[in-house]
């Protein structure tokens, strides 16, 4: 065999138990879930097997579905917006310290050393009628009675913001990090100010990372299923909490599987106009 | 009284000092390079004139007025940096058109002056390319174009010109000092290449360890260095230890051990006050090897044994073996080719010019502060 077909065989042995892997876990189980989302439930009996459209023209029609699927992708903005807000001025500052840069990230990834649902009960103990910070208010007089901070809409998206503000701040840090900070000297010794300077050279140059860590929390926020179970109220209901409902719980799997699809499309459209605008290779740096 | 002063000026980063009380002053219009080696503080004393860094003690003044407390951005200075610090976001027209929207300029002066600009360094044809898409020298044009177009009062280059390869250094050299007799712009030039210091200033300040050694024109710190670290720093150079033994008219008279006595140029020797210990400096390319038969001339003429050879081409260089009995002193020649190089282990009479000799007194302290004016 020449060199050259050895070379070009060569990624494919060494990709060979990756592929596999996603192929036995992710291809495949998309496959069942596409051919699924077309059977058809009967009411006695296992589902009926063929190639119906009701599933998908119920998914599309009923106006409960269309008002949790707009409420999700709601959610997961505000959230992105937060994240990103908050997440900014975090990031800059880890990148422009002087000090240990790794201590700080290091301390950024610490909390992803706790289970991501230990950390989300966390809030009941702290936003709970018996919690830390109604106990607190109360005690120091300032209400009576206590408030009304969990199981709603706004308890949802802080555990969501809680959750993913690193994924903002260490996109956000790979992008600034990379930017030379003898631009910023530049653009102060041509005449501008410190703010003028951030504004022409630094935050342009940071927006993939933004975008980067915008698409990931937004994707992550409209996915969520474990936060607003436990932090929302019975109308807080986002979409993966449909979709559980209809195979768990009324053992719908074919409505379920055209349900799941259907956030699939409204997130993939979503990528592929990131990857169209700004390209994948970024997401990848963010990640790394 | 210079376009830029320097008085006393201290830098510390925490415990450690990397500017040590310097005092400069550098003549309105003038071409000055800070030359020394890494470490040694240009950087850092760079970024203190152009407002990057604090001074943490003296005072620094710019056309007359104190700029300690002037932040960066009201000091009108045009910076270059080694790695150009183009933004990489805006094309080349906007690059140079951007401390221009800070001073109130029209929009329409604005076009032209970044057309004139780019003009003065021969690139008008790149206005609407990103950096990016420029070669290393281009890029190096369009930074040069950006911090003159603001017409500053000092230009503030460091190591501008490093990163580029050899051919094209020499040839942005000329270039750029031809642009800067143009504008005739105060500029302070950083590098730790000796033969750009020597061939671009008008003025070299070596320093050394946070310190000034010397400041002079290129060929005064060249043929009299202050002390032996700008001897050395200089090109290659030959220090032996000596004795002065006085002034005999215009004439300095030294003693090297093993060699014959010596008179030098008084000139040559400023910083010799009479007799005492001292050191003898020759550069390696004043020292003529000869073969040992050739007819006496005007040159001294010591004998001397090859010890090693280094093969450079058009030119070689010999390591050499001079003086008698316990005495004797390695030496560098540099010499062009004639038609063969010296052999190893051959016996050559080694030759020099008094006046291309120098002598500094033993242990020359370092020159702390100085004038370029
Ligand atoms: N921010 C800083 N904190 C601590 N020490 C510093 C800092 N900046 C510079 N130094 C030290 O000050 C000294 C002088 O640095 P400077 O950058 O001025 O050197 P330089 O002459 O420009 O060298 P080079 O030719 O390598 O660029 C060095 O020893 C350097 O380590
Ligand atoms: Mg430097």
Same mark, same amino acid.
């Given at each position: 065999?020449?060199?050259?077909?050895?070379? =070009?065989?060569?990624?494919?042995?060494?990709?060979?138990?990756?592929?596999?892997?996603?192929?036995?876990?992710?291809?495949?189980?998309?496959?069942?879930?596409?051919?699924?989302?077309?059977?058809?439930?009967?009411?006695?009996?296992?589902?009926?097997?063929?190639?119906?459209?009701?599933?998908?023209?119920?998914?599309?029609?009923?106006?409960?579905?269309?008002?949790?699927?707009?409420?999700?992708?709601?959610? =997961?903005?505000?959230?992105?917006?937060?994240?990103?807000?908050?997440?900014?001025?975090?990031?800059?500052?880890?990148?422009?310290?002087?000090?240990?840069?790794?201590?700080?990230?290091?301390?950024?990834?610490?909390?992803?050393?706790?289970?991501?649902?230990?950390?989300?009960? #966390?809030?009941?103990?702290?936003?709970?009628?018996?919690?830390?910070?109604?106990?607190?208010?109360?005690?120091?007089?300032?209400?009576?009675?206590?408030?009304?901070?969990?199981?709603?809409?706004?308890?949802?998206?802080?555990?969501?913001?809680?959750?993913?503000?690193?994924?903002?701040?260490?996109?956000?840090?790979?992008?600034?990090?990379?930017?030379?900070? #003898?631009?910023?000297?530049?653009?102060? #010794?041509?005449?501008?100010?410190?703010?003028?300077?951030?504004?022409?050279?630094?935050?342009?140059?940071?927006?993939?990372?933004?975008?980067?860590?915008?698409?990931?929390?937004?994707?992550?926020?409209?996915? #969520?299923?474990?936060?607003?179970?436990?932090?929302?109220?019975?109308?807080?209901?986002?979409?993966?909490?449909?979709?559980?409902?209809?195979?768990?719980?009324?053992?719908?799997?074919?409505?379920?599987?055209?349900?799941?699809?259907?956030?699939?499309?409204?997130?993939? =459209?979503?990528?592929?106009?990131?990857?169209?605008?700004?390209?994948?290779?970024?997401?990848?740096?963010?990640?790394? | 009284?210079?376009?830029?002063?320097?008085?006393?000026?201290?830098?510390?980063?925490?415990?450690?000092?990397?500017?040590?009380?310097?005092?400069?002053?550098?003549?309105?219009?003038?071409?000055?390079?800070?030359?020394?080696?890494?470490?040694?503080?240009?950087?850092?004393?760079?970024?203190?004139?152009?407002?990057?860094?604090?001074?943490?003690?003296?005072?620094?003044?710019?056309?007359?007025?104190?700029?300690?407390?002037?932040?960066?951005?009201?000091?009108?200075?045009?910076?270059?940096?080694?790695?150009?610090?183009?933004?990489?976001?805006?094309?080349?027209?906007?690059?140079?058109?951007?401390?221009?929207?800070?001073?109130?300029?029209?929009?329409?002066?604005?076009?032209?002056?970044?057309?004139?600009?780019?003009?003065?360094?021969?690139?008008?044809?790149?206005?609407?390319?990103?950096?990016?898409?420029?070669?290393?020298?281009?890029?190096?044009?369009?930074?040069?174009?950006?911090?003159?177009?603001?017409?500053?009062?000092?230009?503030?280059?460091?190591?501008?010109?490093?990163?580029?390869?050899?051919?094209?250094?020499?040839?942005?050299?000329?270039?750029?000092?031809?642009?800067?007799?143009?504008?005739?712009?105060?500029?302070?030039?950083?590098?730790?290449?000796?033969?750009?210091?020597?061939?671009?200033?008008?003025?070299?300040?070596?320093?050394?360890?946070?310190?000034?050694?010397?400041?002079?024109?290129?060929?005064?710190?060249?043929?009299?260095?202050?002390?032996?670290?700008?001897?050395?720093?200089?090109?290659?150079?030959?220090?032996?230890?000596?004795?002065?033994?006085?002034?005999?008219?215009?004439?300095?008279?030294?003693?090297?051990?093993?060699?014959?006595?010596?008179?030098?140029?008084?000139?040559?020797?400023?910083?010799?006050?009479?007799?005492?210990?001292?050191?003898?400096?020759?550069?390696?390319?004043?020292?003529?090897?000869?073969?040992?038969?050739?007819?006496?001339?005007?040159?001294?003429?010591?004998?001397?044994?090859?010890?090693?050879?280094?093969?450079?081409?058009?030119?070689?260089?010999?390591?050499?073996?001079?003086?008698?009995?316990?005495?004797?002193?390695?030496?560098?020649?540099?010499?062009?080719?004639?038609?063969?190089?010296?052999?190893?282990?051959?016996?050559?009479?080694?030759?020099?010019?008094?006046?291309?000799?120098?002598?500094?007194?033993?242990?020359?302290?370092?020159?702390?502060?100085?004038?370029?004016?």
């Amino acid at each position: 065999m020449s060199i050259e077909a050895r070379e =070009a065989r060569q990624p494919w042995i060494l990709l060979s138990p990756a592929i596999g892997a996603v192929t036995l876990l992710l291809l495949l189980p998309l496959v069942f879930i596409v051919v699924y989302s077309f059977w058809l439930r009967s009411a006695v009996g296992p589902d009926i097997v063929g190639f119906h459209f009701d599933n998908w023209q119920r998914a599309l029609s009923d106006p409960f579905y269309r008002y949790i699927l707009l409420n999700t992708l709601k959610i =997961a903005a505000i959230t992105t917006v937060l994240c990103a807000v908050l997440g900014y001025p975090a990031a800059y500052f880890v990148a422009r310290s002087k000090g240990n840069k790794m201590l700080l990230l290091l301390m950024l990834m610490l909390p992803f050393w706790i289970s991501y649902i230990i950390r989300t009960m #966390s809030w009941i103990n702290i936003l709970g009628s018996s919690g830390a910070l109604n106990t607190l208010l109360m005690t120091l007089g300032l209400t009576s009675e206590p408030l009304r901070m969990l199981y709603n809409e706004g308890a949802v998206i802080l555990g969501l913001v809680h959750f993913l503000l690193p994924f903002m701040i260490l996109n956000v840090f790979v992008s600034l990090d990379g930017i030379d900070t #003898s631009l910023e000297d530049a653009a102060n #010794s041509l005449g501008a100010t410190r703010w003028q300077a951030f504004l022409q050279v630094t935050l342009p140059l940071s927006l993939p990372g933004l975008a980067a860590g915008g698409l990931l929390c937004f994707v992550l926020a409209a996915g #969520s299923y474990v936060t607003p179970l436990v932090l929302g109220g019975p109308r807080d209901a986002m979409f993966a909490n449909l979709v559980y409902e209809a195979i768990i719980t009324q053992l719908n799997w074919p409505l379920g599987s055209a349900l799941s699809l259907l956030l699939l499309f409204v997130l993939g =459209a979503l990528v592929a106009l990131y990857n169209r605008f700004l390209g994948m290779s970024q997401l990848t740096r963010g990640l790394g | 009284m210079g376009a830029v002063n320097l008085s006393d000026v201290v830098k510390r980063f925490g415990d450690f000092t990397a500017v040590h009380r310097m005092s400069l002053e550098i003549p309105e219009g003038s071409f000055l390079t800070l030359l020394g080696p890494s470490g040694c503080g240009k950087t850092t004393t760079l970024r203190m004139i152009a407002g990057l860094l604090d001074p943490s003690e003296g005072d620094i003044d710019i056309n007359g007025r104190r700029v300690n407390d002037l932040p960066i951005h009201k000091r009108n200075l045009g910076l270059v940096f080694q790695n150009y610090a183009l933004f990489p976001h805006k094309t080349v027209a906007e690059n140079v058109a951007f401390g221009l929207r800070y001073r109130n300029v029209s929009r329409a002066d604005i076009a032209r002056r970044v057309q004139e600009a780019l003009e003065l360094v021969r690139l008008p044809h790149l206005a609407s390319r990103y950096p990016a898409a420029l070669s290393g020298g281009q890029q190096q044009r369009i930074a040069l174009a950006r911090a003159v177009v603001i017409e500053p009062d000092v230009l503030l280059l460091d190591e501008p010109l490093s990163a580029l390869d050899a051919n094209l250094r020499e040839e942005m050299r000329v270039e750029l000092k031809n642009i800067q007799k143009r504008i005739g712009v105060t500029s302070v030039f950083v590098t730790h290449d000796q033969s750009e210091a020597l061939a671009m200033s008008d003025q070299v300040v070596v320093m050394s360890e946070g310190r000034i050694e010397q400041v002079g024109a290129p060929q005064e710190v060249y043929n009299t260095p202050a002390s032996e670290f700008v001897a050395r720093f200089l090109g290659a150079a030959n220090i032996l230890p000596a004795e002065a033994r006085g002034i005999e008219g215009e004439t300095m008279v030294l003693d090297v051990p093993g060699l014959p006595r010596l008179g030098i140029p008084r000139s040559r020797a400023p910083r010799l006050a009479g007799a005492g210990a001292a050191r003898l400096v020759i550069r390696a390319e004043k020292l003529a090897l000869t073969p040992v038969d050739a007819p006496a001339d005007d040159r001294v003429s010591v004998p001397a044994m090859v010890e090693a050879v280094d093969y450079q081409g058009q030119s070689a260089r010999y390591f050499l073996r001079i003086g008698e009995g316990e005495n004797t002193h390695q030496v560098q020649a540099i010499n062009m080719i004639d038609e063969r190089p010296f052999a190893e282990g051959e016996a050559v009479s080694v030759r020099v010019r008094p006046r291309d000799c120098a002598a500094l007194p033993l242990g020359t302290a370092n020159g702390g502060g100085g004038s370029a004016a």
